[in-house]
């Protein structure tokens, strides 16, 4: 689907690269809008002020910074559109933010994990002040990449999956303060992303440097459940979709998305090649008719899945439209 007309409602300049943004999920919040942040610098002659700024070591030779913002988004006069700062905390490079699907303990909550390896999580008051509730470690010594919450469906126990530079994987219980239960190496390379299957707290999903991407029954990690090569280069993004119970999204940096039936991985169902890294992917939530993507060198993207939708068990595949 092509989107005519558009323009440019705002610019915010975040100060450094934003490479991760979440709107509130929670009744009542749903103005709140996460943005985090991540800058790499190498060893200059003003590292000392870069040390000073990220309370990093001075032998470090590469420092990584970065923010955590809160913004409020309000409607003035006019009904224009207003996104404005309430909060913020700086530390060190932020690779990625994701909200659960309910509140943990009636707290309005996010996770996160960093350039220092670690995975967070923080509650939002309605005055958008940020409070760390707890922290774990990842693999060391890695950059944490991504994170994803488990589902909350049947009422199932909440864990939260974590991927890392290493390439591992781990799983975290919240309920023991972030706890890691497992940790396993996932990808020989960098574990790039990775997604609970939403309607199934066993199922993780992954995908990395080395093109793969992959399925996990956290029961049983001895082997994967699938293993697909179809992306010819990092995997970098993945979204179960809203409804259907056996759809999910994956791209790449490879310049595809490609949208699966996990029950027969050996082709997928549709495919859009949209110019760009696919470095973030986000099912329409209403419907799931439309995949809005964030591609690298090549904007933002609406795909359009209405004719691929009703195609679960096709044996061909199917061009989508953006």
């Known amino acids: 689907m092509a989107v005519e007309h558009s323009s440019v409602i705002q610019k915010i300049d975040t ?33 000392q002020k870069v040390h000073e700024q990220a309370s990093l070591p001075e032998h470090s030779q590469q420092t990584r910074i970065g923010k955590v913002s809160v913004y409020r988004l309000t409607f003035e006069n006019n009904c224009q559109p207003c996104l404005e700062e309430q909060s913020k905390m700086n530390m060190c490079g932020v690779l990625d933010i994701k909200w659960p699907e309910q509140k943990l303990d009636n707290k309005v909550v996010f996770g996160l994990v960093d350039a220092e390896g670690f995975c967070q999580l923080f509650a939002v008051n309605e ?16 950059l944490g990449l991504s994170l994803g919450f488990s589902s909350s469906v049947g009422g199932a126990k909440q864990r939260v999956a974590a991927s890392d530079s290493s390439g591992f994987l781990s799983i975290l219980d919240i309920d023991k303060g972030l706890e890691v239960i497992d940790s396993w190496q996932a990808h020989d390379y960098e574990a790039w992303i990775t997604a609970f299957h939403k309607f199934d707290g066993n199922l993780v999903f992954s995908g990395g440097d080395d093109c793969r991407l992959k399925g ?10 699938f293993i697909s090569k179809r992306h010819q280069m990092g995997v970098c993004s993945i979204q179960s979709h809203p409804f259907y119970e056996n759809i999910f999204a994956s791209g ?5 998305i490609l949208v699966w039936d996990k ?16 470095w973030r992917i986000k099912w329409n939530p209403v419907d799931g008719a439309y995949i809005l993507t964030a591609t690298m060198y090549n904007g933002t993207h609406i795909v359009d899945y209405r004719n691929a939708s009703m195609s679960e068990g096709r044996k061909k595949r199917s061009t989508m439209k953006t």
């Open 252 to 256: 790449s940096y490879d310049e595809d």
């Open 216 to 225: 996990w029954d956290i029961r049983d990690l001895s082997r994967p459940v």
């Open 263 to 278: 029950r027969t991985m050996k082709m997928p169902l549709a495919s859009a090649s949209l110019g760009g890294g696919v």
């Open 127 to 142: 005055a958008c002040i940020t409070e760390k509730i707890s922290k774990a470690k990842l693999n060391s010594p890695s």
């Open 15 to 47: 100060g450094l690269n934003a490479d991760t943004v979440e709107w509130c999920p929670f009744d009542g919040f749903e103005n709140l809008l996460l943005c985090g942040t991540y800058k790499l610098y190498e060893e200059t002659n003003n590292a």
